[in-house]
């Protein structure tokens, strides 16, 4: 998918994301200049999960690898995996591990979510942050603990707080509906970087003007 005529443009990215996603391919025209057009596929779970958790994240993981071998058709330059909890719900030598399946899967270079959120803030010499997401509890609980191994300081945290049985919609079928509310007092004092991971599109400009 790609909103205008690539005619003219001179690098492809194939983007593949989860079924109900509709952030990044908003994010991603945003952030590239006209020549790189954005050729989007989506992925779903073969089984049917309740919640986001292990399971499912396994689940959707294995049918990424298959499935995007499909961007190759596009001719694509490079790619990327766009399910963020599908990247960091494990340790970084996993999401180092799958990153390499989908590079040898596409034959062409890709990024994941995590890995490319780590080299960012090591590139920013970020040590102390805060993070807000629109996430439930485990995978907020799950990107505590990547960031914490990987030596970064929390100094807040903000999530979805609603009662898990409340918490029904995911990616598996359409965005997470929660905005966060945020003082930024609160949640910028003595850090280096509010974190938001991630946000609908334009979201994470809100919060930082409140």
Not at 42 to 59: F, K, L
Not at 87 to 104: C, D, G, N, P, S
Not at 141 to 147: A, D, G, I, N, V
């Amino acid at each position: 998918m790609y909103s205008k005529s690539d005619s003219s443009r001179q690098i492809r990215l194939g983007l593949l994301v989860p079924v109900g996603n509709t952030t990044f391919e908003p994010d991603f025209h945003c952030a590239f200049s006209s020549q790189v057009s954005v050729h989007s596929h989506r992925v779903i779970a073969q089984r049917s999960h309740a919640s986001e958790n292990y399971e499912s994240m396994d689940d959707i993981n294995e049918e990424a690898v298959k499935e995007v071998k499909k961007l190759a058709r596009a001719g694509i330059h490079f790619g990327a995996y766009g399910f963020t909890t599908a990247t960091f719900y494990q340790v970084r030598v996993f999401a180092e591990k799958l990153e390499q399946r989908l590079i040898q899967a596409l034959g062409v270079p890709v990024i994941v979510p995590a890995l490319a959120l780590l080299e960012a803030l090591t590139y920013l010499k970020i040590r102390k942050i805060s993070v807000v997401t629109p996430y439930p509890e485990w995978n907020n609980q799950t990107l505590k603990t990547f960031l914490s191994e990987a030596s970064f300081e929390i100094v807040g945290f903000k999530g979805d707080e609603r009662p898990k049985e409340v918490v029904k919609n995911n990616y598996f079928g359409i965005s997470y509906p929660m905005k966060p509310q945020l003082s930024s007092k609160r949640y910028l004092t003595k850090v280096q970087m509010l974190l938001c991971c991630p946000v609908q599109h334009g979201e994470h400009l809100r919060l930082l003007r409140n």
